[in-house]
């Protein structure tokens, strides 16, 4: 719609946080936060989890339609080709502090793809394609080298012979998976591949829409993914766990915390008024890892909160989110906890990547508005002229 300039400008509602405001319409997500349902192109969520891969997951969300068996083939043979990195971006990982986060590892390593591939032909499909098959392949690798590099040693090469979440898994723990636990992760990968327009997709949407490089709009993503309130909560539910100890200390912890104002994480979403089908999902791959694995004690911890949380903060529509179990599926797997994120960025980059796509389709630049509460006209004074204050 175009605005009439001439005429005085409409009063402007502010709506922090753009809640309710919807910005693009999209055709890959849809979320029910009310009968807590989630659907990746018309596909239930708890199908996909239970009859999927994320390979194919990905095919799905990001074409828009499942593969046939031929084309997942060669999908998943040219992000098998692509997973190798660069002796140039590894060696530029082997410069960064192995004290450093591996987020902020993760995202400049994902925006260094740029200086390699740097031709921005958003508009041709080969291009579109390559860069895809590059970012889901190279993504993991990035993840695993992090943590081998930080540890003092070499990172470990992709191992063709296998599957996708299997290699990662490999690759960050250097001894092959149980194919339980290869499965259990690969489906942890499709709960978290995609949930419509949340802060990280926006920014990716956002930086799609000035026609940049793929690399920079999931470099932006990932730095947008990282803070705690958003992709970063499943590591800090961890920490919480643990400062809380022991199951029957919950319903202290709990009080104190909605005492003192301190949200509880891995609990509460935008979207939400129910509990998270995700976490559901989780829950139950939790368990399936803790009847074959072992049991943590750190799951009836969770458990006794939810249970405490659920009469205090269950009529403001606060639940458990996709954050609260995953961390202790993860842990069950023998991955640390800072590297929770990370992985959450290994299965959002498919989702990234569909939005970036259906955001070059229909583009216009994203530029909203803002209401001005600053000062009106002042006089520049010289410095010897203004006082202390
Ligand atoms: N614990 C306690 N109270 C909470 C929580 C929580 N986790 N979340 C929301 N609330 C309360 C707020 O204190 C506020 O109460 P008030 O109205 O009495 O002041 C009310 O619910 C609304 O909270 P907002 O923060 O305004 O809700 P919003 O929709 O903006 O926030 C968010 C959603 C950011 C996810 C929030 O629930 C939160 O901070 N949760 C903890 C962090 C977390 O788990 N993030 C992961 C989200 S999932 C994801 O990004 C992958």
Partial sequence: MKIDKSKEPAKLELRPGLEGVPVTQSSICDIDGIKGDLKYRGYS????????????TTFLLIWGKLPTSKELREFEKEIQMHRRLSFRVRDMMKCFPESGHPMDALQSSAASLGLFYSRR??????YIYDAVVRLIAKIPTMVAAFQLIRKGQDP????????????FLYMLTEKEPDPLEARVFDRCLILHAEHSLNASTFS???????LTDPYAVIASAVGTLAGPLHGGANEDVIKMLEDIKSPDQA????KAAIKNK???MGFGHREYKVKDPRATILQTFAEELFARFGKDEMYDIAKAL?????????????????????????????????????IFAISRVAGWLAHWREQLSANRIFR???IYIGEGERTWKPLEDRSIN
Avoid: C, H, W
């Fill in 368 to 370: 909203p508005t803002q």
């Fill in 262 to 264: 301190q949200k509880i």
């Fill in 45 to 56: 969520i708890a199908e996909l989890a239970q009859k999927s891969s994320f390979l194919e």
């Fill in 204 to 210: 990716a949407r956002v930086t799609a829409s000035t």
């Fill in 156 to 167: 470990i090469q992709p191992r063709d012979d296998l599957p996708y979440s299997a290699n």
């Fill in 251 to 254: 319903k202290n912890f709990l």
């Fill in 306 to 342: 939810e249970a405490e949380a659920s009469p205090m903060l269950g009529p403001k529509g606060i639940f458990p989110n996709v954050d609260f179990y995953s961390g202790l599926v993860y842990r069950k797997l023998g991955i640390p906890k800072d590297l929770f994120t990370p």
């Fill in 121 to 126: 032909a958003t508009d041709n499909p080969k």
